[in-house]
């Protein structure tokens, strides 16, 4: 099914046209985030979000069809900063120890701090198809770049050959992403930098990093 003919005197629907239509998209993506992560996904009403943005309900539907796609939005806000991308650029560290750390203790943050969503990601994912379709690709992204650097390890000799690029970035992944999970949305209570310790080391054991 192809995408409709939208017109260019004639925005798509959500784009904001004035500085004060974005200023109330942006109040009721933020007053959803409140709502989610209060109430949970289904309990969620758009009224309550119309309400806690102080914007009357038909403002909503300026701006977004469904319950469903403020939900995007609210997620999208987060996505960037949950990917933590360019690591190495951004903090200037090339040592493979000091860089998986500085990733892991990232993304730890950056999950505990967005804990109370991440609980109703969860949620969504179990059942809304296309949300699981995004958490899923939202995994292969964190597999992708850590794929990647694993492959550069591995040919300068300093990780296990052994290994399988992608399925090592997956299982490694999956392991930091569910125990923050299990940390901050089931406050199972572990000292963060113990956590973010213990979680670099396997890393650091299941490639047989090289010392050198």
């Not at 989610?36 to 806690?52: M, N, P, Q, T, V």
């Not at 949620?123 to 939202?138: P, S, T, Y």
């Amino acid at each position: 099914m192809s995408e409709p003919v939208v017109s260019e005197a004639e925005p798509r629907k959500g784009v904001p046209r004035t500085k004060r239509g974005e200023r109330t998209r942006t109040a009721l993506i933020a007053a959803a985030r409140e709502v989610f992560e209060r109430d949970g996904y289904l309990d969620a009403k758009i009224s309550d979000i119309s309400k806690a943005a102080g914007t009357a309900s038909g403002s909503f539907y300026t701006y977004f069809d469904s319950k469903e796609e403020i939900f995007a939005a609210v997620v999208e806000q987060v996505q960037e900063e949950m990917l933590h991308p360019h690591v190495r650029e951004r903090t200037g560290v090339t040592d493979p120890r000091a860089l998986i750390e500085a990733a892991n203790r990232e993304y730890l943050r950056s999950y505990k701090r967005n804990a109370r969503l991440m609980a109703v990601f969860e949620e969504v994912a179990l059942i809304n198809e296309d949300f699981r379709r995004l958490r899923i690709e939202r995994g292969k992204a964190f597999a992708q770049r850590n794929a990647k650097m694993i492959s550069e390890l591995q040919e300068s000799g300093r990780a296990s050959a052994d290994l399988d690029p992608m399925i090592t970035a997956h299982a490694l992944s999956v392991m930091v992403s569910r125990m923050a999970y299990t940390v901050f949305v089931q406050n199972h209570r572990i000292p963060f930098e113990k956590l973010v310790t213990t979680l670099t080391q396997l890393w650091v054991n299941a490639l047989q990093l090289d010392s050198d």
